[in-house]
């Protein structure tokens, strides 16, 4: 006699594997990523909203540098937010992001320095280089923090 067995396999997302990673939001790294992008939006809106910059040059510059440092983060916190990092493991993303948030530290705290000098007293300018000081202060928290994840004692395997 022949017999015929047929198996079958099911398999259930449990809750964390879902789309959305919305406990990352309530992580230290996460919360940081929400106060850079605040910090961020609001530096760009306070010197973009004003009229009649003393140093046009430099305050271009402060508009640039928050602008592009604004969309990356918002780029990396969706990354975390959908958990696209596990689809792309060919790229080494605890060290990207570490890289980014050091020459973000710099070009922000550069650019607010030069905000503040160049400001000539206009609140909404002074305004934007004190957020820019605080998005300087969130990523070098942020950029402490990931140092023992990207560049920390690795275990041997």
Do not use: D
Not at 40 to 60: D, E, H, M, N, Y
Not at 72 to 77: C, K
């Amino acid at each position: 006699m022949s017999h015929t067995v047929i198996t079958t396999t099911t398999t259930t997302r449990t809750s964390g594997e879902s789309g959305l990673n919305l406990g990352y939001t309530r992580t230290i790294p996460g919360l940081l990523k929400i106060g850079q992008l605040i910090s961020l939006l609001i530096a760009f809106l306070c010197v973009f909203c004003t009229r009649g910059w003393p140093s046009w040059a430099a305050f271009q510059y402060f508009e640039v540098v928050t602008l592009w440092f604004l969309v990356a983060f918002l780029i990396f916190f969706l990354m975390h937010l959908c958990r696209l990092q596990r689809r792309m493991p060919c790229i080494n993303w605890p060290l990207t992001e570490f890289f980014h948030y050091s020459v973000g530290c710099i070009l922000i705290l550069i650019a607010s320095i030069i905000a503040s000098a160049k400001s000539g007293g206009a609140s909404a300018l002074v305004a934007g280089s004190v957020f820019g000081f605080i998005a300087t202060f969130l990523m070098a928290v942020n950029l402490w923090t990931s140092y023992s994840v990207a560049c920390g004692p690795q275990s041997a395997m």
